[in-house]
C-alpha cells in the first residue's frame, strides 16, 4: 500500500516540532528532517567525514559534531558554501526519509520539513501540505529561547525563509499557532482524525 504522506512546514520557532510531538503522541509516523539533519551533524555522525573533508577541521567539535555555530555564520557570509553544505546533507536525509516511510506501518506519514516549500524534493511525494503559523512576533520570541538562538539571528533566518505569505499561499491546511498551547491540541486532534479519514478513503480508491 502507498503511504500517505503530509508535508508540514512553517517559519522558524512557529513551532512545528511542539505539532509533530502532538502527532505523533496520537498515532502518526512523524519523519522530522531536521532531526535527521541532526543526526547526520551529531558526535561522528554519517555526514561529518565530508563536512570535515569539505569544510576543514575548524568546524568539527571536539566530540566529532557539526560547530553550528561556527557553521552557520560561516554559511551567511558564504553563500556558496550554504550550497555545498546542502549538497553534503539532502541525499543522505532523503535516504534517512526513505527508510522510515518504507517500514512505516502508521495510517498516514506526517514529513516536517522546514524548507518545504524553498526545495522541491519531497513535493512529488507528498498529498497535502500543512503549514503551522503564527505572529512573526511570536516566532522571534520563541525561536529565541533557544540556547544557542538570539532575536537578530532568528530575524536573519526568518529573512532567509520563504516569507508568511507565500506560505500560507500552498498550504492545504493551516494551523494557527499564535495561542496558548493549550488551544493546539483539539486542533492537532481534529487534523488527526482527517488525515486518517483521508488515508483511509485514499487507500480504499487505490484497491
Ligand atoms: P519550530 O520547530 O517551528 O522551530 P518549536 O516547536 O520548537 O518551533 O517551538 C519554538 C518554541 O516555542 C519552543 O520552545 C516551544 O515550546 C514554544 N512554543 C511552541 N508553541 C507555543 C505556544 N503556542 N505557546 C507558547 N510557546 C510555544
Known amino acids: 500500500m502507498k503511504h500517505y504522506i503530509i508535508g508540514m512546514t512553517g517559519g522558524i520557532g512557529s513551532g512545528k516540532s511542539t505539532v509533530a510531538k502532538m502527532f505523533a503522541d496520537l498515532g502518526a509516523c512523524v519523519v522530522d528532517t531536521d532531526a535527521i539533519s541532526h ?72 514529513l516536517v520539513v522546514p524548507l518545504l516549500i524553498e526545495v522541491g524534493t519531497y513535493r512529488p511525494i507528498i498529498s497535502r501540505v500543512l503549514v503551522v503559523d503564527c505572529e512573526e512576533s511570536a516566532q522571534i520570541e520563541r525561536a529565541s529561547l533557544r540556547p544557542d538562538m538570539n532575536p537578530d539571528a532568528v530575524r536573519a533566518i526568518m529573512a532567509a525563509q520563504t516569507d508568511r505569505k507565500t506560505r500560507l499561499r500552498v498550504a492545504d491546511d493551516v494551523i494557527d499557532n499564535s495561542g496558548s498551547l493549550s488551544l493546539l491540541e483539539p486542533v492537532v486532534k481534529q487534523l488527526d482524525q482527517r488525515y486518517r479519514h483521508l488515508a483511509l478513503h485514499r487507500s480504499q480508491e487505490e484497491i
Open 39 to 110: 543526526q547526520l551533524t551529531g558526535p561522528h555522525g554519517g555526514a561529518m567525514g565530508e563536512i570535515e573533508a569539505k569544510f576543514g577541521e575548524e568546524f568539527i567539535n571536539d566530540d566529532g559534531s557539526l560547530n553550528r555555530q561556527a557553521m552557520r555564520d560561516y554559511v551567511f557570509n558564504h553563500p556558496p558554501a550554504r550550497k555545498k553544505l546542502e549538497a553534503i546533507l539532502h541525499g543522505r536525509i532523503r535516504e534517512a526519509v526513505n527508510k522510515v516511510i518504507e517500514q512505516a506501518t502508521e495510517p498516514y506519514i506526517l
